[in-house]
């Protein structure tokens, strides 16, 4: 953690009691969210609803925090509904940021929180607000905040608990943690964040996809088509492996993903967080792509979701396009390998071209 940075203890508001976070872990990604009583090894009722909570396109968690998949133990039960939401989204902000105080670690705030959330991060108001916070009992810290929706019921502060009515998640975290640090860590987060899009491709499609493939949290998605060009394409070499393919690559940024990118045949590297590779072949003949995403976070994926293929004959002034999508989730560098091969007749290859790209996604939010 950062020397001086403050760690905050968060407690879920129930009408049984404040349910503590006790411990937020990374799962691997091809598994379900749980929430889980501390230590145990069942899974709570509410867990299909938190794994939704979490990950994309329903949740909202995996889009702050770039990782589909976490177990969350809680030191009581938690039957159902969904005032836990906003608590459990501002305790994995500040995991997120190893501001969260976990297991026997101290805090120099104790938030107590209910509320729902939507897609868009809007507080919705829920029931019991006054019986909730009689039954928290005392704020076990020299300070406590208890955070509700502003637009519903609001009682007086009491138990060493301060009343917050807030309206935007930003607004607790920046009470807790103080403009200064609030600001230098979650300065971007907006009251109405980006929604994922793919970005469209130019002129027609015919002949539609090889495939679309799934991995479950949208890791790896693959569509491949062949594309009717409407304008007259720019001339190309007609000998040498070289011009046989163009490679682009869709950045991710806080808008989702943005308008593909051509990558220069010299270069071997893209900074930046990204959604997806495209290759695309432009001149007439058979041809086979085949494409592949390598790295560590292999050892705990299905390496044949990171794999795609494709083998078409196009003519005509048709194009021939694969779109591979990265495991956005990861944060260490990932390559994209690239193979052409056009084939004669025979099936024997006559011209062959390979790029190889390493993708060095940056860690920060985006909210």
Known sequence: MTAGAKRVRVFIATTRGAVRVVRISAENPTVR???????SLAALPVSADYDSFVREPTGVVERQTGHPVYRTDLSATIEGGESWQLGLFVAHLLKHEDLLAEGD???????????????????????HVREKLERAGMAGSGRGLFVLPAGGDIPDSA??????????PGQALSACLGTETFESRYGALRSSPPRGRWPPLAGKRIAAAAGIASAGLMAAVLYSSIIQREEAAPERTSGGAGSMMQL???PRGEQGCGAPVVVAPQANVFAGPACAGIVTVGRDGEFRIMA??????LSYAD?????????RVISGGDRLVLRIDFPYWVRQPVRLNVDVTQLAMDGEPVLSAKRSIELRPAGSFHF
């Open 105 to 127: 670690e101290p805090a120099e705030t104790d938030l107590l929180v209910t509320g729902r959330l939507d897609r868009d991060l809007n507080i919705g108001t829920v029931d």
């Open 33 to 39: 969210s749980a929430l889980c009583l501390s230590g």
């Open 292 to 297: 592949s995403v390598s790295g560590d976070f």
């Open 303 to 311: 390496p044949r979701r990171y794999r795609r293929e494709l083998h």
């Open 159 to 168: 138990g060493g608990w301060q009343v917050l009515p807030v309206d935007h």
């Open 248 to 250: 682009e690559i869709v």
